[in-house]
């Protein structure tokens, strides 16, 4: 096809691997009419400068089923499109320094083992035998990943594109997009070549995605960090080592020292991630060019010297051979250092493939995930992790340097349970913070919102270096048995600000709403659990539902979950209806325990012997709130809403009635806890479109009786051929430490499911999971093991329903 076209289905904006791997598992699909549009020659960003390692190890589900799945596609994408390809699988040895490093390895072994990977722990008299020159005498072991690998980018590059063309996509090269407008059922990109018109839209644009995004009034989270490798020349006991051997040296990943060391023909390459570490084109002094093509950055060697050192004493070798080349160029970050695939926020017919750290190893996996969000809608694997919307706008430059550094400077950190990282702190508070620091409350951030975790007492240990741990029994672990304790035996008072919340009025909202949730809309004056499911019966999203009127229902969210819920609500919003978004308007506090009751009455007037899943209005020390009959604790409660001037009346008042019935604050350490133990799910752990709303044992939560509503053809089949997998509730004999999210469940030798959430339970004395099971081992009483970092424990299949009050006798009192 000669010039650039007219039109196009679908137009992709930047010509990098990932750009390429969209253009070619679009066209895989069946939809060829497609562009790609680069500014330049096809890798001319950070593809052209990329060393080109391709890993299957990541401490995400989904991120790790991505690089697999590229893994698996480079290994015959050359024969497949004609185009040969250096690639070579090498396998990698990961070194650990300590037993919490062992144990990481064992998780995501185990992770591996569920994805069909047979990864492999070595001790530390194992690991000479995998890379003979490596120094072992102070390592506790390492993991061994046989699918590792390194591949040349431009290579990768070329093959996808050329697989892309071969189908009949299109690329444009030297055609940079500099002007986008939306007619309202298309866009219309200007480049020097012409206008082009497109259905859809990717931004690909990659350390240029934030410049990109400005065309669509799109503001991409995303920041630029120098990062730098050096290339050494042959060794000649390499060499030969290498022609004895037939075969490379695997991949080597000193991650306690981080930094990677690869064999690159007979010498070395050299990888750090340093700390301190530098951002570019952050400051007004140091601004982005308008092209920086096939360029880098000048050497900063000086940075690098505890790597550069400690690299040389591990690998004497290293330290034989001469520097021949040091690369410095530009990776760009996101604030949690995972990459944006997925719709663009806000912006009609526009998608997100972006801002990749590991683009090379990652461009297979995001090429497929992108062409199912444009082609379907929805993608095979939940890709939350990665999703755009998992932010919401309060990410400002300061904040996405500060976290794109921390990230970096921490790229092989381990992610334990109760670590919080501290860089980007205080973006949004609740209007109670100072009263409930004061109280001892350890924070968090919930999408910004910081919210206590736990209560710290007189000589708790309240340092970072005490959160890094895997093990169940941190310094929180008392506070948070303590915090329970007073839920179930008086009452507590959790402070909850950011709760995303959505007012939709207009006439007709409760039939649109019914076409939206699998079950039934709540009367006025009533509220309900709500679930929204795809067209496929998987889960989207969980709202709380409160009909405050014939033509009006509050829709309430997760934090984190506000700009994800808001676009799909607005994306299939019905004619005449308005949203509006009132979550910066209101704060919350969770009231429970058996004397929530007494602590109400003397604050307010209000009808307390309304039952369970109604709401009210009502007044605390003057202000008007809604209270909400229900507690995600799993005792008596309310929720009592408040607008966020008046808050710090209500919980002072609140709080000075409390004293006399043992009341407390807890944190969301105990929430978790209490709400495991009632079996209710959480977002995007239990509930995700990994699982259907059958699955998920959600099925009292569907109205058969409606005609329609998303998802329901797909459910019906799913009840009519026997749902595979059911959600179970498992009690784990585990010792000190809780099984992780994604761990595997066995059963005679074979994985029979995962565990979505675990935890201990202290009102039972028990560590309990939740998780999805092969459907005849849901049975109550059957015995399965439950894969925890490595060792297998036994544990129960639970009676349905919750294990703590199990007839809610509690909640409803």
Not at 72 to 80: E, N, S, V
Not at 85 to 113: D, I, K, P, Q
Not at 305 to 315: L, Y
């Amino acid at each position: 096809m000669a010039g650039l076209p007219g039109s196009a289905r679908v137009v992709i904006i930047g010509g990098g691997a990932v750009g390429a791997s969209c253009l070619y598992h679009l066209a895989l699909a069946g939809w060829r009419d497609c562009v790609l549009l680069e500014k330049n020659e096809l890798t001319a960003g950070s593809t052209w400068h990329a060393a080109g390692n391709v890993p299957t190890f990541s401490a995400s589900w989904s991120i790790m089923n991505m690089q697999r799945y590229s893994a698996g596609l480079y290994r015959t994408l050359g024969d497949q499109v004609g185009y040969p390809m250096n690639y070579n699988v090498t396998g990698s040895v990961r070194l650990g320094h300590s037993a919490e490093r062992l144990l990481e390895f064992r998780r995501v072994a185990g992770m591996g083992r569920s994805q069909g990977m047979d990864l492999e722990i070595l001790g530390p008299d194992e690991i000479r035998a995998r890379y003979p020159f490596v120094q072992t005498h102070d390592l506790t072991g390492a993991l061994y990943d046989p699918y590792d690998g390194d591949i040349d980018p431009a290579q990768l590059t070329q093959a996808l594109a050329k697989g892309a063309r071969d189908m009949g996509a299109h690329v444009e090269r030297f055609c940079p997009v500099t002007q986008a407008a939306w007619t309202g059922t298309e866009w219309v990109l200007t480049t020097p070549k012409g206008e082009i018109r497109a259905e859809y839209v990717v931004n690909a644009g990659g350390y240029y995605a934030a410049e990109v995004g400005r065309m669509f009034g799109r503001r991409v989270p995303m920041m630029v960090m120098s990062h730098q490798y050096m290339l050494f020349d042959a060794i000649p006991e390499l060499e030969a080592w290498t022609r004895e051997v037939g075969h490379k040296l695997p991949l080597l990943r000193d991650v306690d020292s981080s930094y990677y060391l690869r064999q690159e023909k007979m010498g070395f390459n050299l990888g750090p991630y340093e700390n301190p570490c530098r951002a570019h084109w952050a400051t007004p002094d140091d601004p982005m060019p308008d092209d920086f093509s096939f360029q880098l950055f000048p050497d900063d060697l000086e940075r690098l010297e505890f790597q550069i050192t400690d690299a040389m004493a591990r690998v004497p070798l290293l330290a034989q051979a001469n520097l021949q080349k040091v690369i410095n160029g530009p990776i760009p970050y996101t604030p949690d250092g995972n990459p944006l695939i997925g719709p663009m926020p806000g912006v009609p017919n526009a998608f997100e493939a972006c801002v990749f750290t590991f683009g090379i190893c990652q461009a297979g996996g995001a090429g497929k995930v992108l062409a199912e969000w444009v082609t379907e809608g929805a993608t095979e694997w939940d890709m939350w992790s990665c999703d755009p919307r998992r932010f919401t706008g309060f990410e400002d430059h300061d904040y996405c340097v500060a976290k794109g550094m921390e990230v970096y400077g921490h790229e092989y950190a381990m992610h334990f349970p109760h670590h919080v990282w501290p860089a980007g702190r205080m973006k949004k508070a609740s209007p109670v913070h100072d009263r409930v620091a004061a109280l001892g409350a350890q924070f968090g951030p919930y999408n910004g919102w910081e919210r206590a975790l736990w209560y710290a007492g007189d000589g708790d240990d309240t340092s970072e270096d005490a959160q890094r741990t895997w093990a169940r029994k941190g310094p929180w672990f008392r506070a948070v048995q303590a915090e329970c304790a007073a839920v179930r035996d008086a009452c507590g008072i959790l402070d909850l600000p950011g709760f995303s919340r959505f007012v939709v009025t207009g006439p007709g909202v409760a039939e649109w709403l019914a076409l939206q949730i699998t079950g039934k809309v709540p009367s006025v004056g009533r509220l309900g659990l709500a679930y929204f499911a795809d067209d496929k019966g998987r889960i989207v999203t969980e709202m709380s539902v409160a009909r405050l009127a014939e033509d009006k229902v509050l829709l309430i969210t997760a934090a984190t979950a506000q700009a994800h819920d808001k676009d799909w609500l607005l994306r299939h919003l019905a004619p005449g209806l308005v949203l509006e978004d009132q979550t910066e308007a209101w704060s919350t506090q969770i009231l429970t325990g058996p004397k929530a009751r007494d602590v109400l009455a003397g604050v307010t007037d209000a009808d307390l012997t309304r039952p369970w899943l109604t709401w009210q209005t009502a007044r605390i020390a003057g202000a008007d709130v809604l209270l909400m009959r229900v507690s995600f604790a799993g005792e008596l409660g309310w929720e009592i809403h408040s607008r966020v001037a008046d808050t710090p009346l209500v919980w002072e008042a609140v709080w000075a009635a409390g004293q006399a019935h043992g009341l407390r604050p807890f944190g969301m350490f105990a929430l978790n806890a209490l709400r495991i133990e009632k079996g209710y799910r959480a977002w995007k752990g239990d509930l995700s479109t990994d699982y259907t709303v059958l699955q998920a044992g959600l099925e009292r939560f569907v109205d058969w009786s409606k005609p329609a509503f998303r998802g329901r053809a797909a459910l019906a089949a799913e009840k009519q051929a026997g749902v595979t997998k059911r959600f179970v509730t498992l009690r784990i004999a585990a010792g000190e430490l809780d099984p992780p999210y994604m761990a595997a469940l066995w059963h005679h030798g074979v994985v029979v499911g995962e565990v979505t959430s675990a935890g201990w339970g202290h009102r039972v004395g028990a560590c309990l999971g939740l998780g999805m099971l092969r459907t005849d081992l849901a049975v109550p009483g059957t015995v399965v093991e439950v894969e925890v970092f490595g060792d297998r424990v036994r544990a129960e299949v639970m009676p349905e329903g919750p294990v703590w009050d199990a007839d809610n006798a509690r909640l409803r009192g």
